[in-house]
């Protein structure tokens, strides 16, 4: 077998396209909408490379259009499950033993896949299947599932170039990078197809063997890579997706010996519940399993009197509604200072003025559907304590539509109270809550905002005042493990920005770095003695 020390391509981050009018892209992306909306899909899983197809099935619907079927996805049972563990150890010699300049082959092509003919078919599977806009569409089911495989294949190879850096004379010290001992369960959200494909793929570049289980509300875009991974040339069994329920697949997974880790994003609640049954069956394992979760968020923008109100009110506002503030990462707590609120106020009032909402197939449309009638019915109801409590005022918002699809106005809250309930509780849509403080109270504000949530995924500082913002960013340094200054708390990109946070929201092994990698692999040490001792004797022995 001819070996070589391989260069891989240098990643870029791959162009975000702007479906502006008139454009080649709108033009295919319409075309592929259409095409999708045209047909009823038979979704499988796959299990050890074979389509599996079941007697129980579920329809697949546009959040923003719940009464059109776009698909019906068969349902598995914990019998599924096990196969797919099966199919997965059978797989794993062959694939941890590949080289692994055609694991990352496997990888780069999918990547290219996705950038070219794929490109229209995944981004229309998740505007349709997740209710998102082109645009948010195009960052998340295109750009940034291409970077993830790009930049993780780049990271990989510079995980195995590692190397001790000291070999004494006559030793060769050396470290190879291992994959995990049996199989990793990658358990995926429903707000992010990016996230879906990555969580998978990450263990497999490494040499893992996968069990896959997306969020029902995200198959319909999971099959379409599952197509595209398989065309890429993954082989059968390194990844197996499976549709069955979250405790079927529990009970099976980790009670299993040879489960090795757990890949998740998701709730808190969800992930701590899973901490707490591994921890419950470690005596069952082979190998301490590796635990990476990225979790739930109450992400926060601090605006200082300082601060610029046009950049403020548009942080604000593209924080807390793009994609309906169903990122993880989304501004759902705001602190504005008493001085700048009625122009910040102003402009973010006049911006809601303009927002287009409906369905993703008319990209117009700024605002498009919560994901499912769970959330939409969990929003309405802190909507409507909210219309009650008079110590809070609704100042945009506060109406919702279920008929044709889940819609919730973009709906801002002021509240006289730092601690009412909806600065406090993760809400995961678009419903912003705000506290206006005065300004002389900056240091209380910052400890105000480090101490209302357990989570610490991400926060935003806007202001002038270089002062500050070095005070926000030391106060602050605990509540936030992506922190913004000036911008956003939202649009993390893969090679610039590793995403990840801590406290309730997670590990915070930064998807999208070598350290997420790491967690992926097991390394062992070499130590090889050219000529080595013949004689037990130490010269402190001699007379």
């Given at each position: ?7 891989v ?27 999708a909306r ?16 079941t ?52 990888f ?6 996705i ?17 998102k ?12 599932i ?5 930049f ?14 000291v ?25 992010f ?16 063997v ?21 065309e ?21 997974i ?64 593209r924080?807390?509604?793009e ?20 122009a910040?106020?102003?402009?973010m009032?006049a ?11 008319d990209?117009?449309n ?17 909507i ?46 678009p ?28 926060g ?11 005070q ?27 995403f ?26 070499i ?17």
């Amino acid at each position: 077998m001819i070996k070589g020390f391989f260069n891989v391509p240098a990643p870029v981050n791959e162009p975000v396209l702007n479906y502006g009018p008139g454009s080649k892209e709108r033009a295919l992306l319409k075309q592929a909408l259409a095409d999708a909306r045209s047909q009823e899909l038979d979704v499988p899983m796959y299990i050890g490379g074979k389509a599996v197809h079941t007697d129980k099935k579920s329809a697949l619907r546009p959040p923003h259009d719940h009464q059109h079927v776009l698909g019906r996805y068969s349902q598995g049972d914990k019998t599924h499950v096990a196969d797919a563990i099966n199919a997965a150890l059978a797989a794993k010699a062959a694939w941890e033993n590949l080289s692994w300049e055609h694991r990352a082959a496997i990888f780069l092509k999918a990547a290219d896949l996705i950038a070219g003919p794929y490109r229209y078919k995944l981004n229309a599977a998740t505007m349709l299947g997740q209710s998102k806009n082109a645009y948010q569409a195009e960052i998340d089911s295109a750009c940034e599932i291409i970077d993830f495989l790009r930049f993780n294949v780049k990271y990989m190879s510079e995980i195995y170039a590692q190397q001790p850096p000291v070999s004494p004379r006559g030793v060769w010290n050396r470290v190879e990078q291992r994959p995990l001992e049996g199989f990793v369960f990658a358990l995926t959200p429903f707000n992010f197809t990016a996230i879906a494909g990555n969580l998978p793929t990450s263990a497999a570049m490494m040499g893992n063997v996968v069990v896959w289980k997306p969020a029902n509300t995200q198959i319909y875009a999971a099959n379409v890579l599952m197509e595209i991974f398989i065309e890429a040339g993954v082989p059968a069994g390194v990844i197996n997706l499976v549709y069955v329920s979250g405790p079927d697949a529990g009970e099976v997974i980790f009670n299993h010996p040879d489960f090795a880790g757990i890949h998740f994003t998701g709730s808190t609640g969800v992930f701590q519940d899973i901490w707490k049954t591994i921890g419950n069956n470690i005596h069952k394992f082979k190998t301490y399993p590796r635990i990476v979760g990225e979790t739930g968020g109450k992400d926060f923008i601090l605006v200082h009197g300082s601060a610029d109100a046009d950049v403020s009110a548009t942080a604000i506002v593209r924080g807390a509604f793009e994609y309906q503030g169903q990122k993880c990462s989304a501004a759902s707590r705001v602190y504005v200072a008493a001085s700048i609120w009625p122009a910040v106020k102003e402009k973010m009032l006049a911006d809601l003025a303009t927002f287009k909402m409906g369905p993703t197939e008319d990209l117009g449309n700024f605002i498009n559907a919560v994901i499912d009638e769970k959330s939409f019915d969990k929003l309405a109801k802190y909507i409507d304590a909210a219309k009650q409590d008079a110590g809070v005022e609704i100042i945009a918002g506060g109406n919702y539509d279920k008929s044709t699809g889940y819609f919730i106005e973009p709906t801002v809250i002021v509240t006289q109270d730092p601690s009412y309930v909806t600065m406090c509780e993760e809400l995961f849509g678009p419903v912003l809550s705000i506290y206006v403080y005065d300004d002389a109270d900056f240091d209380g504000i910052l400890k105000t905002i480090d101490e209302t949530s357990i989570y610490a995924l991400t926060g935003a500082v806007i202001a002038q005042d270089r002062y500050a913002i070095e005070q926000a960013c030391h106060a602050l340094r605990n509540a936030a493990g992506n922190f913004y200054i000036n911008d956003k708390c939202t649009g993390a990109v893969v090679g610039q920005q590793p995403f990840g946070g801590a406290r309730g929201s997670g590990t915070n092994d930064k998807a999208g770095s070598m350290i997420n990698l790491l967690r992926w692999s097991s390394p062992r040490a070499i130590k090889e003695t050219f000529d080595p001792p013949k004689d037990y004797r130490y010269p402190f022995l001699e007379e």
